[in-house]
């Protein structure tokens, strides 16, 4: 009933920067949050970003990982609902299959906890 559309990744060398793109759609009546995991082969899947959102735009709340403060930025555009990770300042352990997270209400009843196909990001030393 909800899915996720994820783009963005690719090969980039250390250094660089990319920027991951989720966009949402289906029978959706509201979002709890929004983030972006990466599991790296062999791994467990861990929190890179995510956005709780508030009641109003000044309410919403952005978690990152330590590994990633300062160099990631995570947003959403509010037409649209799509979620963006801007990532600068690329390092070789940024090297991972990232992917979306969304959870919240569907229209016209139930919960949704949906993930995405996952993007590969490769960073080159």
């Known amino acids: 009933q909800v899915q996720l559309v994820e783009s963005g990744g690719g090969l980039v060398q250390a250094g660089g920067s990319l920027t991951l793109s989720c966009a949402p759609s289906g029978s959706i009546s509201s979002f709890n949050a929004m983030g972006w995991y990466r599991q790296a082969p062999g791994k467990q899947r861990d929190l890179v970003a995510s956005i709780t959102y508030g009641r109003s735009r000044n309410a919403d709340i952005t978690t990152y990982a330590d590994s990633v403060k300062g160099r990631f930025t995570i947003s959403r555009d509010y037409g649209t609902a799509t979620v963006r990770l801007q990532m600068n300042s690329l390092k070789p352990e940024d090297t991972s299959v990232y992917y979306c997270?969304?959870?919240?209400?569907?229209?016209?009843?139930?919960?949704?906890?949906?993930w995405g196909q996952g993007t590969q990001v490769t960073v080159s030393a």
């Open positions: 997270n969304a959870r919240g209400a569907l229209h016209p009843s139930g919960s949704f906890d949906t």
